[in-house]
């Protein structure tokens, strides 16, 4: 059974930075990894997705900010986030995806399975 577990939020001053991580664990084939996030009150949004082949994929109000990586020996996906804005400050998921059906890595709902979240807070 696939595992995701998410790490490393917490709480910043604008300008800030942050590493979340996501331990999966598992044999499945993930063909697709994506970090999303959620604010109260907002939709869930996809932020940065990682393809199979290294591609990967930004919501415009993070890029140039964040990069999504990944450690294959250690089966952990990355999101570093640099210059935090109070903007930023949502719940933040891992989720990865068997296959997407449609081709669109910001679709939450193309993603099979899901981390727990973690709480990432700027403050100006």
């Known amino acids: 059974q696939v595992q995701l577990v998410e790490s490393g939020g917490g709480s910043v001053q604008a300008g800030g930075s942050l590493r979340l991580s996501c331990a999966a664990s598992?044999?499945?084939?993930?063909?697709?990894m994506g970090w999303f996030r959620q604010a109260p009150g907002q939709e869930r949004e996809g932020v940065a997705g990682?393809?199979?082949?290294?591609?990967?994929s930004y919501a415009d109000p993070v890029k140039g900010r964040f990069t999504i990586s990944q450690d294959n020996a250690k089966n952990t996906l990355y999101l570093q986030m640099n210059s935090l804005q109070p903007e930023d400050t949502a719940m933040y998921y891992c989720?990865?995806?068997?296959?997407?059906?449609?081709?669109?890595?910001?679709?939450?709902?193309?993603?099979?399975?899901w981390g727990q979240g973690t709480q990432v807070t700027v403050s100006s």
């Open positions: 598992g044999y499945t084939y993930l063909y697709y």
């Open positions: 989720a990865a995806a068997v296959d997407l059906w449609d081709g669109n890595w910001s679709d939450q709902y193309e993603y099979n399975y």
């Open positions: 990682l393809d199979s082949d290294g591609s990967t």
